[in-house]
């Protein structure tokens, strides 16, 4: 079962120690879905398609935080 957030959100994992591994050049969200799928200890992944930096974590959503990069309004 996989729960997504918002567009725009990262995942900060309550102990640094708890990111699994760190991939570049994903090109969609549903390939690192599949990435976190077969680690596994990967409980928590997040993926940022600007950069297509895709990070997986042991960390459970609950004992996270799920952090919004906000836009300023001009």
Same mark, same amino acid.
């Given at each position: 079962? @996989?729960?997504?957030?918002?567009?725009?959100?990262?995942?900060?994992?309550?102990?640094?120690?708890? +990111? +699994?591994?760190?991939?570049? $050049?994903?090109?969609? +969200? +549903?390939?690192?879905? @599949?990435?976190?799928?077969?680690?596994?200890?990967?409980?928590?992944?997040?993926?940022?398609?600007?950069?297509?930096?895709?990070?997986?974590?042991?960390?459970?959503?609950?004992?996270?935080?799920?952090?919004? $990069?906000?836009?300023?309004?001009?």
């Amino acid at each position: 079962s @996989m729960q997504f957030t918002a567009p725009g959100t990262a995942f900060q994992p309550q102990n640094p120690i708890e +990111l +699994l591994n760190t991939f570049s $050049n994903v090109k969609r +969200l +549903l390939q690192c879905a @599949m990435h976190c799928n077969q680690h596994r200890q990967c409980r928590t992944f997040d993926y940022d398609q600007t950069s297509r930096i895709c990070r997986l974590f042991e960390g459970d959503i609950s004992t996270g935080t799920i952090l919004t $990069n906000s836009i300023p309004s001009s």
